[in-house]
């Protein structure tokens, strides 16, 4: 078996077997390896109830005492058992499993696994799992794998389709990585580390085999970042731009003063349009520091320069608010360039209408979201991109303009805190400006780290703050109601807010819902309609309200900090003071001091910084950053010494052998080569 061969060629996985992995992406050898576990369950020794705290997940050995009968209701059937756990007795409940009452005997003892509730002296296990002594004693000690699944896929099915592959030994993988690389860095070779991240004998040989397979995710990205600078520095400046007299009347009637680091940085922009090479520069700066307006410069140069400038961010009602900004700018200080909006919800007609705008030249300055590289649009004379991270130009984008005989400078814009020493390496195809400063104007966040009991507190404050006309954000870490983790999500959030604040107007907001939707929900909070957004993380960019003033996370630690500190920046945008509520379900200490750090700045360079220290190689499944990179298993900050070494080998291969020619780097040359060709998602231009 290769790894392109289709997984039909795995025994017992036919064409309707085989449409479940196809919704997972799963369709060769290849992809059903690298569907790689979301996290692990290590079965452990079984524990008496005095042992146990509330919330916690564990095993008990116990016999069974009594089972009730059950119980039906409209939506679902529930029974229940009293179990001996030593002197003391524990109460379970199982829910829609009626067939399970006749498996249990009376005085037959168990292992009953699953979350503990606690309420006084009584103890409660809700759906719990249930094993004979002898099954339980097989499975324990030994690490489970948990996959993500989708409809149809259950767990057993890819993990019996992985054993298959694994145990047989029939697929062939190739080591590509040279002999000194994997002896300098102690690198599990590529197929064990394949067999021991499905099926590691204990936490230490999973982490070895996970940072082989983080190691390579890091070098193809690496390589791919410096084979892409190589042929960004051969594109000759095709749309020089000279400095005008349009930024500096902005400029200088602006209702305050640029900060001397956006000065320094409109410098460095204006140095590039002009420059002998094509501009490729990130401007990283924290939430509020002023980078939207040194956007807006730049556009305005390319526009009176004779040429088009396309701004693209994350989402149709942020367009619309720049692209409102933007038309209220030119009015003012009266630049006559015309500006046009282009998103996927425009009808056919605006779209024609803005389409044939830009195609004909009559728009210099077009607002957007990922609609304006579609290939029906057509640039009149297009010599400037500026993008939002979150829609990263990279190779796919660059190619779509390539084939409409366009090569734009690009500006991309980040407020994500990442230190330099990691952005140097994630952003080694662009040149780096820092916006290290904030507007003298711009009044701190008020931050507190609490615990649940701060709740009702929490409450009383937020309606204090709608009854002032203000807006309020609460942040959820789910969507719907999980039976393995207790957090707060949003669906039933929303419903309970509903009830205990009657008369406040609640919505919620999560990726799940359609596009359409989304926008809807967002443009009502956007215009105050709605006083309380219970959203996921999926508010993290794309939306600027400066009559929000409070936001509340809940289980905010089950976030990175920098993702709090990016979630954070929703609030704040006005003049009013605004507030962030950090809310704990973790009793830990670790816990309480990570997001201390939180309580102490909000500087997100220094956040990142110190989150880097605190991290450690601790939770590898459970918090992640989001808005740098999506890696199927790195992550940036977690990882930071593997990205290192991925980047000090990847200079080393590169230095001996820049076109990865000799024979010792063949294999890696075809891993490279179909890397970029499925487009190098990740790299960020």
């Known amino acids: 078996?290769?790894?392109?061969?289709?997984?039909?060629?795995?025994?017992?996985?036919?064409?309707?077997?085989?449409?479940?992995?196809?919704?997972?992406?799963?369709?060769?050898?290849?992809?059903?390896?690298?569907?790689?576990?979301?996290?692990?369950?290590?079965?452990?020794?079984?524990?008496?109830?005095?042992?146990?705290e509330d919330g916690g997940k564990y095993a008990v050995q116990g016999i069974l005492r009594s089972v009730s009968a059950v119980k039906r209701y409209a939506r679902y059937q529930v029974f229940t058992a009293q179990i001996q756990v030593g002197e003391a007795v524990m109460q379970g409940t199982w829910f829609n499993m009626p067939f399970l009452r006749n498996y249990f005997q009376r005085g037959g003892q168990y292992i009953f696994r699953g979350l503990v509730k606690i309420r006084g002296s009584q103890y409660r296990m809700e759906q719990p799992e249930h094993y004979s002594l002898g099954d339980y004693d097989r499975l324990l000690h030994v690490m489970q794998p948990k996959y993500p699944l989708t409809a149809g896929l259950t767990g057993k099915m890819v993990t019996k389709a992985i054993r298959q592959v694994l145990d047989k030994g029939e697929v062939q993988i190739p080591e590509y990585l040279p002999e000194e690389i994997l002896v300098k860095y102690r690198l599990r070779?590529?197929?064990?580390?394949?067999?021991?991240?499905?099926?590691?004998?204990?936490?230490?040989?999973?982490?070895?085999?996970?940072?082989?397979?983080?190691?390579?995710?890091?070098?193809?990205?690496?390589?791919?970042?410096?084979?892409?600078?190589?042929?960004?520095?051969?594109?000759?400046?095709?749309?020089?731009?000279?400095?005008?007299?349009?930024?500096?009347?902005?400029?200088q009637g602006l209702?305050?003063?640029?900060?001397?680091?956006?000065?320094?940085?409109?410098?460095?922009?204006?140095?590039?349009?002009?420059g002998a090479h094509m501009m490729s520069r990130l401007v990283q700066g924290d939430v509020g520091s002023g980078k939207t307006i040194l956007a807006v410069l730049a556009l305005v140069t390319a526009g009176v320069n004779g040429y088009q400038g396309a701004l693209m961010v994350p989402t149709e009602v942020l367009a619309k608010q720049h692209y409102e900004s933007i038309l209220g700018l030119l009015d003012q200080f009266e630049i006559p360039l015309k500006a046009v909006l282009l998103t996927g919800s425009m009808t056919a007609k605006e779209k024609r209408a803005a389409g044939e705008a830009v195609e004909d030249g009559r728009a210099q300055i077009v607002i957007g979201t990922h609609a304006l590289i579609q290939e029906n649009v057509n640039y009149h004379r297009l010599g400037l991109v500026v993008t939002?991270?979150?829609?990263?130009?990279?190779?796919?984008?660059?190619?779509?303009?390539?084939?409409?005989?366009?090569?734009?400078?690009?500006?991309?814009?980040?407020?994500?805190?990442?230190?330099?020493?990691?952005?140097?390496?994630?952003?080694?195809?662009?040149?780096?400006?820092?916006?290290?400063?904030?507007?003298?104007s711009r009044l701190p966040i008020k931050n507190c780290v609490v615990d649940e009991s701060y709740r009702p507190s929490a409450y009383r404050f937020m309606e204090k703050e709608t009854a002032l006309g203000h807006q309020v954000y609460i942040i959820c870490p789910m969507v719907e109601e999980n039976e393995e983790l207790e957090l707060q999500n949003v669906t039933d959030y929303t419903k309970k807010l509903s009830d205990l604040l009657p008369g406040h107007r609640i919505a919620c907001l999560h990726g799940r819902m359609k596009a359409k939707e989304k926008n809807e929900?967002?443009?009502?909070?956007?215009?105050?309609?709605i006083q309380i957004l219970v959203s996921t993380t999926v508010i993290e960019v794309g939306i600027n309200v400066p009559n929000a003033t409070v936001m509340l996370v809940e289980n905010a630690e089950r976030f990175g900090l920098a993702q709090l500190h990016q979630l954070r920046g929703r609030v704040g945008r006005g003049k009013a003071q605004s507030y962030c509520i950090f809310m704990s379900g973790s009793k830990s200490k670790d816990t309480k001091k990570r997001l201390e750090v939180l309580n102490q700045s909000n500087d997100g360079f220094y956040i990142a910084g110190e989150d880097l220290k605190l991290r450690g190689p601790g939770d590898l499944f459970g918090i992640r950053q989001s808005g740098v990179l999506e890696f199927q298993?790195?992550?940036?900050?977690?990882?930071?010494?593997?990205?290192?070494?991925?980047?000090?080998?990847?200079?080393?291969?590169?230095?001996?052998?820049?076109?990865?020619?000799?024979?010792?780097?063949?294999?890696?040359?075809?891993?490279?080569?179909?890397?970029?060709?499925?487009?190098?998602?990740?790299?960020?231009?």
Do not use: C
């Open 1 to 52: 078996m290769k790894l392109e061969d289709s997984i039909r060629k795995i025994k017992g996985i036919g064409e309707k077997t085989a449409l479940p992995f196809a919704k997972a992406g799963i369709h060769t050898i290849g992809d059903l390896l690298a569907y790689y576990p979301r996290a692990y369950e290590t079965f452990t020794e079984p524990v008496t109830l005095d042992q146990t």
């Open 189 to 251: 070779p590529e197929w064990e580390a394949h067999k021991e991240v499905h099926f590691p004998k204990d936490e230490q040989e999973m982490r070895r085999a996970r940072e082989r397979l983080v190691f390579d995710e890091f070098l193809f990205f690496v390589l791919g970042i410096r084979k892409l600078k190589e042929t960004q520095e051969s594109l000759r400046n095709e749309a020089p731009m000279s400095e005008v007299e349009e930024t500096k009347k902005i400029i």
């Open 255 to 274: 209702p305050y003063e640029l900060t001397g680091a956006q000065k320094r940085v409109w410098q460095e922009i204006a140095g590039d349009l002009s």
């Open 388 to 440: 939002d991270e979150q829609h990263r130009f990279g190779v796919r984008q660059r190619e779509t303009l390539a084939e409409k005989g366009l090569h734009p400078h690009v500006l991309v814009m980040s407020a994500t805190p990442i230190p330099r020493t990691l952005a140097i390496i994630v952003y080694g195809d662009l040149e780096l400006s820092v916006v290290d400063e904030l507007p003298a």
């Open 521 to 529: 929900i967002m443009e009502r909070f956007a215009g105050g309609e």
């Open 633 to 685: 298993l790195g992550d940036v900050y977690q990882d930071a010494k593997v990205l290192q070494n991925a980047s000090e080998a990847a200079g080393d291969i590169l230095k001996k052998d820049p076109g990865l020619k000799d024979a010792n780097h063949q294999a890696l040359a075809q891993k490279l080569a179909s890397y970029l060709k499925k487009g190098g998602e990740n790299l960020s231009l």
